[in-house]
């Protein structure tokens, strides 16, 4: 069975720093793209980052780019997103996603709430 | 950058009716790279069809997808209670993949 778990999410001041990490399980994870997805309160799905299999590709939306950072470590089936200089704007459920470009985003983790208030 | 448009942004029906959501493309889309989503409140996004119409596991055959080009339609032929919620289309053939942004089903 797939799983997908995140972790790191929570409650921080404006310019703040968060890294949420997601543990995957049921499938070979090195073989897989992945992305995170974010939804802000009542709005619609965002794809904001993505890696490559291998990691030596990545993909950032404009609205991020600069201020995060998605890695993956292969060896231990888990990617990670660091959230660097924080606006309220960035507060969002964020969804960890199996699939990249090219493959389906078959499997979603339940989300995790990152909350950017002062 | 695709940009996918959904329509109607609200669709009030009935149980029992049938739907037909619209997902329009900016730009041409392979079949193969089109999927429907379905989310209900607090919970992540499901997988209904994918390839365009291809049901996703365990996903009812009252749900099926059509089209090519740039104009895809989900359709659900028979609406059941728990089919009123929010669908998502969303391409992944091309960076950035995008998503549509939504239409909700409520009833009327």
């Known amino acids: 069975e797939v799983q997908l778990v995140e972790s790191g999410g929570g409650l921080v001041q404006p310019g703040g720093s968060l890294r949420l990490s997601c543990a995957a399980s049921g499938f070979i994870f090195s073989n897989y793209g992945m992305s995170w997805v974010r939804q802000a309160p009542g709005e619609g799905l965002d794809r904001i980052s993505a890696i490559s299999p291998s990691g030596s590709i990545t993909y950032y939306a404009d609205s991020v780019k600069g201020r995060f950072t998605i890695s993956r470590d292969n060896s231990k089936n888990t990617m990670q997103l660091q959230m660097d200089s924080l606006r309220v704007e960035d507060t969002a459920v964020y969804y960890c996603?199996?699939?990249?470009?090219?493959?389906?985003?078959?499997?979603w983790g339940q989300g995790i709430l990152v909350l950017v208030s002062s | 950058e695709i940009v996918l448009t959904q329509s109607p942004g609200t669709l009030s029906l009935s149980p029992g009716e049938r739907a037909t959501l619209s997902c329009r493309a900016s730009q041409s889309i392979s079949i193969s790279n089109l999927a429907w989503y379905q989310q209900k409140p607090g919970q992540a996004p499901r997988l209904l069809i994918y390839?365009?119409?291809t049901r996703a596991t365990g996903i009812p055959d009252r749900f099926s997808g059509s089209g090519s080009g740039t104009d895809f339609t989900l359709t659900i032929s028979r609406l059941e209670p728990e089919d009123f919620e929010v669908y998502y289309c969303?391409?992944?053939?091309?960076?950035?993949?995008?998503f549509g942004q939504g239409t909700r089903l409520e009833i009327k």
């Open positions: 996603v199996k699939g990249g470009v090219g493959f389906v985003s078959d499997y």
């Open positions: 390839g365009a119409s």
């Open positions: 969303q391409q992944f053939g091309s960076s950035p993949v995008t």
